[in-house]
């Protein structure tokens, strides 16, 4: 009974996490989408990652692209360091290299 109770609170959490995305409808006929952050194009049927680590695909409805990076909180005297062309993060202290940082993400 008790790992049912831990599968619904997890369960409850997904919507907590989920990435923020977004839709644009293509032109009838069309046969590519644009990213519109690097002004790329790619067929119907392809997907991609942007130059913002967002994920991408490209449909006969429209383009679909959800964010490849979280959205990070720190706390303390921490800062984070986004590396786009890994599509990865670091919380790193601003001064002290000992002191540890502390952070939550929302989104991917």
């Known amino acids: 009974m ?9 369960f409850a959490l997904v919507p907590l996490n989920d990435a923020a995305c977004f839709t644009a ?7 590519h ?7 790329t194009w790619h067929p119907v049927g ?6 913002k680590c967002d994920q991408c695909g490209c449909s006969a409805d429209g383009m679909h ?8 909180h720190v706390t303390g005297d921490c800062t984070v360091v986004y590396d786009y ?4 993060f670091d919380v790193i202290p601003k001064k002290n290299g000992t002191v540890p940082c502390a952070a939550m993400s929302s989104g991917k």
Request: hydrophobic residues 35%; glycine residues 8%; charged residues 15%.
């Open 25 to 31: 409808l293509l032109k009838a006929g069309a046969t």
């Open 65 to 72: 692209c959800c964010d490849g990076m979280p959205t990070v």
């Open 2 to 10: 008790r790992s049912v109770f831990v599968g619904l609170v997890l």
């Open 33 to 39: 989408c644009q990213d519109l952050l690097d002004k």
């Open 46 to 51: 392809s997907s991609w990652t942007n130059s």
């Open 85 to 88: 062309d890994t599509c990865t």
